[in-house]
């Protein structure tokens, strides 16, 4: 007797600028039972204390960028790739496969009817777009990205503006994508609110 066959995941990519709100829209997908594939946490780990990026990344760029607890320094990577592009192509290089790895290994594990990627640089990174059925983005204004970051936390303004610099703009962030969720002065209810809107629309 055959089987049913079945059905791929949906697939959605999830980005927005720093101190968009995306983690909440995420989070929210999340308990209405799709599988979050949170790309930045996944990066994070493999530069953790015993993090499978570290040995790579102490060769390449020196003990100076390692923590004493064996993690990466991540504010002075940070620092380091502001001024030395090449620097962020060659820790991005390490790391990408890495994820990418990671992330497929989730994916063949999931019995969910839906795939959150949730991707700070995937417009900067096209090549996930091909992978994608549709594209959400979580917006706001700059003022306010900068106002969340301080309060989350602690940067000063120089440093949260040194990272919008970093990601692509506003405008062409919102031109990739098949809804945008703008969330400048929405309370947490009316953003989960819209999230559950968007997601009955879009098959989630």
């Given at each position: 007797?055959?089987?049913?066959?079945?059905?791929?995941?949906?697939?959605?990519?999830?980005?927005?600028?720093?101190?968009?709100?995306?983690?909440?829209?995420?989070?929210?997908?999340?308990?209405?039972?799709?599988?979050?594939?949170?790309?930045?946490?996944?990066?994070?780990?493999?530069?953790?204390?015993?993090?499978?990026?570290?040995?790579?990344?102490?060769?390449?760029?020196?003990?100076?960028?390692?923590?004493?607890?064996?993690?990466?320094?991540?504010?002075?990577?940070?620092?380091?790739?502001?001024?030395?592009?090449?620097?962020?192509?060659?820790?991005?290089?390490?790391?990408?496969?890495?994820?990418?790895?990671?992330?497929?290994?989730?994916?063949?594990?999931?019995?969910?009817?839906?795939?959150?990627?949730?991707?700070?640089?995937?417009?900067?990174?096209?090549?996930?777009?091909?992978?994608?059925?549709?594209?959400?983005?979580?917006?706001?204004s700059e003022s306010?990205?900068?106002?969340?970051?301080?309060?989350?936390n602690g940067w000063?303004?120089?440093?949260?503006?040194?990272?919008?610099?970093?990601?692509?703009?506003?405008?062409?962030?919102?031109?990739?994508?098949?809804?945008?969720?703008?969330?400048?002065?929405?309370?947490?209810?009316?953003?989960?609110?819209?999230?559950?809107?968007?997601?009955?629309?879009?098959?989630?």
């Amino acid at each position: 007797m055959t089987g049913i066959r079945k059905l791929p995941p949906l697939k959605l990519g999830l980005t927005g600028g720093i101190g968009s709100g995306k983690s909440t829209v995420a989070a929210t997908l999340q308990s209405l039972g799709a599988c979050v594939v949170d790309a930045d946490a996944i990066s994070r780990a493999t530069t953790q204390a015993g993090g499978v990026a570290m040995p790579q990344i102490a060769q390449r760029f020196g003990q100076v960028f390692v923590s004493p607890d064996g993690s990466l320094d991540r504010t002075k990577m940070r620092e380091h790739i502001f001024s030395d592009p090449a620097a962020r192509v060659q820790l991005e290089a390490i790391i990408h496969p890495l994820v990418a790895q990671a992330v497929h290994t989730k994916i063949a594990a999931t019995t969910a009817r839906s795939l959150v990627f949730d991707i700070p640089l995937l417009v900067e990174s096209p090549h996930w777009r091909r992978q994608l059925d549709f594209v959400w983005v979580v917006d706001c204004s700059e003022s306010t990205q900068i106002a969340r970051v301080e309060s989350r936390n602690g940067w000063s303004e120089a440093s949260t503006r040194a990272v919008i610099d970093s990601q692509c703009p506003r405008s062409i962030r919102a031109a990739a994508a098949d809804a945008v969720l703008f969330n400048e002065q929405l309370s947490l209810v009316e953003l989960e609110a819209l999230v559950k809107q968007l997601a009955d629309k879009f098959g989630l």
